[in-house]
């Protein structure tokens, strides 16, 4: 499915009418070619997404909006270069080329955090500086490095939002120290904000310092996850609803369920044992430290636990039977049946399962974080 085709032309019309602008100017014939390429690319990606917002995103995150412009200026600029000399007519030129964009950005609420730069730029055209004059300024206020990128600013806070969230506070610490850090270059820049290139290197150092921690969040969370799951089969499959649950049962026919069931009573002991051991020497968490580690609790904030209180409280009980040989008591096993009976195995606060009646996480927009640096940058 492609994105809507007007909200992409929101989004690449300011570029298809650059596109044109070239060919009209007749700039160089390899440039063109290569200017067209990344149109092509960038028509491409809206053709094969389906959601205007992260298509707009992966534009900017890959750097298309840089490559298309900074490849653009360069041929426009040296197409003038040798053309006729006409100060008046290149600083109208410019001006007109910087009006159109901005109205086309202007309407997409996604790229109001560019549209400072670009009107600043107007400003100075306009306030009766000669061409050369305007280029100097706009070099020396650091405009055109401010067009290249726009504003990060907004696109961090928008980072920090969605890990908030989505209750990731791994990522929200890293890009809480992503924004620290662009906040630190704004402020011993003369133009108030980071250099791109020097901002870059330090999020990629940042994003490469805080990688482990990730890891290491994600790799805790599904293996306690996982030692759940097992018990959680094994206690349930010497219940009396094993046979027609679609966990065991099997297209082939009754004995081959049996066996399915079977292998689950006689292998999960093993693998919770092998689990566990594992578990306890890469993270020195045991089977009861689950329950108060910062990753289960963050979950169960989260809304994400998927066990009732009351599948968990039996889960707890059929632990320590969980053995090779072992089997649950009859209580754990008619209380199991009947929590299956009344379908209440589930939380009904979990908020990707059967109880979900809505979305369950609220994003602002990318836009509103951008309309507190609008026209401003």
């Given at each position: 499915?492609?994105?809507?085709?007007?909200?992409?032309?929101q989004?690449?019309?300011p570029?298809r009418?650059m596109?044109?602008?070239?060919?009209?100017?007749g700039?160089?014939?390899?440039?063109?070619?290569?200017?067209?390429?990344i149109?092509?690319?960038?028509?491409?990606?809206?053709?094969?997404?389906?959601?205007?917002?992260?298509?707009?995103m992966?534009?900017?995150?890959?750097?298309?909006?840089?490559?298309?412009?900074?490849?653009?200026t360069k041929?426009?600029t040296?197409?003038a270069?040798?053309?006729?000399?006409d100060?008046?007519a290149?600083?109208?030129q410019?001006?007109?080329a910087?009006?159109?964009?901005?109205?086309?950005?202007?309407?997409?609420?996604?790229?109001?955090?560019?549209?400072?730069?670009?009107?600043?730029a107007?400003?100075?055209?306009?306030?009766?500086?000669?061409?050369?004059?305007?280029?100097?300024?706009?070099?020396?206020?650091?405009?055109?490095?401010?067009?290249?990128?726009?504003?990060?600013?907004?696109?961090?806070?928008?980072?920090?939002h969605v890990?908030?969230?989505?209750?990731?506070?791994?990522?929200?610490?890293m890009?809480?120290?992503?924004?620290?850090?662009?906040?630190?270059?704004?402020?011993?820049s003369?133009f108030g904000?980071p250099?791109?290139v020097?901002?870059?290197?330090?999020?990629?150092?940042?994003?490469?310092?805080?990688?482990?921690?990730?890891?290491?969040?994600?790799?805790?969370?599904?293996?306690?996850?996982?030692?759940?799951?097992?018990?959680?089969?094994?206690?349930?499959?010497?219940?009396?609803?094993?046979?027609?649950?679609?966990?065991?049962?099997?297209?082939?026919?009754?004995?081959?369920?049996?066996?399915n069931?079977?292998r689950?009573?006689?292998?999960?002991?093993?693998?919770?044992?092998?689990?566990?051991?594992?578990?306890?020497e890469?993270?020195?968490i045991?089977?009861?430290g689950?329950?108060?580690?910062?990753t289960?609790l963050?979950?169960?904030?989260?809304g994400?636990?998927?066990y009732?209180?009351?599948?968990?409280?039996?889960?707890?009980?059929?632990?320590?039977?969980?053995?090779?040989?072992?089997?649950p008591?009859?209580?754990?096993?008619?209380k199991t049946?009947?929590?299956?009976?009344?379908?209440?195995y589930t939380?009904?606060e979990?908020?990707?399962?059967?109880?979900?009646?809505?979305?369950?996480?609220e994003?602002?927009?990318?836009?509103e974080?951008?309309?507190?640096?609008?026209?401003g940058?």
């Amino acid at each position: 499915m492609a994105v809507e085709k007007e909200m992409a032309g929101q989004i690449l019309n300011p570029f298809r009418q650059m596109v044109k602008d070239a060919e009209d100017r007749g700039v160089a014939a390899d440039g063109l070619a290569e200017l067209k390429g990344i149109m092509a690319a960038m028509e491409k990606y809206g053709e094969e997404m389906d959601e205007a917002s992260a298509f707009s995103m992966k534009l900017y995150n890959d750097g298309y909006y840089t490559k298309f412009s900074g490849l653009y200026t360069k041929l426009v600029t040296a197409q003038a270069m040798n053309a006729p000399y006409d100060d008046a007519a290149l600083l109208k030129q410019s001006v007109g080329a910087m009006e159109n964009s901005y109205n086309q950005l202007k309407d997409n609420p996604d790229h109001v955090h560019l549209l400072g730069p670009v009107k600043k730029a107007i400003e100075i055209g306009k306030s009766g500086v000669s061409y050369p004059v305007f280029l100097r300024t706009c070099e020396e206020q650091g405009i055109y490095e401010m067009m290249k990128s726009g504003n990060d600013r907004p696109v961090i806070e928008f980072y920090i939002h969605v890990a908030d969230v989505m209750f990731d506070p791994v990522r929200k610490k890293m890009n809480e120290a992503i924004l620290a850090k662009w906040e630190e270059l704004a402020k011993a820049s003369a133009f108030g904000r980071p250099d791109p290139v020097e901002f870059g290197m330090w999020r990629y150092t940042i994003e490469w310092q805080y990688e482990p921690a990730i890891a290491k969040w994600k790799a805790i969370y599904e293996a306690w996850e996982r030692l759940l799951d097992i018990v959680h089969d094994w206690r349930d499959s010497f219940c009396a609803f094993a046979p027609y649950d679609e966990r065991w049962a099997d297209p082939r026919g009754k004995d081959a369920t049996m066996e399915n069931i079977a292998r689950t009573q006689g292998c999960n002991p093993g693998y919770l044992q092998v689990r566990e051991a594992q578990f306890k020497e890469y993270f020195g968490i045991d089977w009861n430290g689950i329950f108060t580690h910062v990753t289960y609790l963050n979950e169960q904030k989260a809304g994400r636990i998927w066990y009732s209180e009351e599948n968990l409280a039996l889960l707890k009980a059929a632990y320590p039977l969980c053995k090779p040989g072992g089997k649950p008591s009859g209580d754990i096993i008619a209380k199991t049946e009947t929590m299956f009976k009344n379908k209440t195995y589930t939380s009904k606060e979990n908020v990707t399962g059967e109880n979900t009646k809505k979305s369950p996480y609220e994003f602002k927009s990318f836009a509103e974080f951008a309309k507190k640096y609008g026209a401003g940058g």
